[in-house]
Nanobody
Framework: QVQLVESGGGLVQAGGSLRLSCAASGSIFSINPIGWYRQAPGKQRELVATITSGGRTNYADSVKGRFTISRVNAKNTVYLQMNSLQPEDTAVYYC????????WGQGTQVTVSS
């Protein structure tokens, strides 16, 4: 069983920064891709960024150049550094680990005020 726990969300002004963390339990973290997704009110959950076990990254066009995903396998943790935040980045952010089963965290709220 894998558990994912996100942290680091909060309220920030436009142009500010936040760093989200997702800590995973279990031994499969280091060998599987993991990603960040977000869901704004009234919208579908969407991909933000993913990172493979080897460190290859992929970003949604809307966050390229502003967000950076990284992982520290020794700590079973993935990070999302978010810079130049905009009100449209307001959402609940979830981490997701893809193994034979897909695991989700409980989410962390990010609110960007204008």
């Amino acid at each position: 069983q894998v558990q994912l726990v996100e942290s680091g969300g909060g309220l920030v002004q436009a142009g500010g920064s936040l760093r989200l963390s997702c800590a995973a339990s279990g031994s499969i973290f280091s060998i599987n891709p993991i990603g960040w997704y977000r869901q704004a009110p009234g919208k579908q959950r969407e991909l933000v960024a993913t990172i493979t076990s080897g460190g290859r990254t992929n970003y949604a066009d809307s966050v390229k150049g502003r967000f950076t995903i990284s992982r520290v396998n020794a700590k079973n943790t993935v990070y999302l550094q978010m810079n130049s935040l905009q009100p449209e980045d307001t959402a609940v952010y979830y981490c997701e680990l893809t193994a034979t089963t897909i695991y989700w965290g409980q989410g962390t709220q990010v609110t960007v005020s204008s």
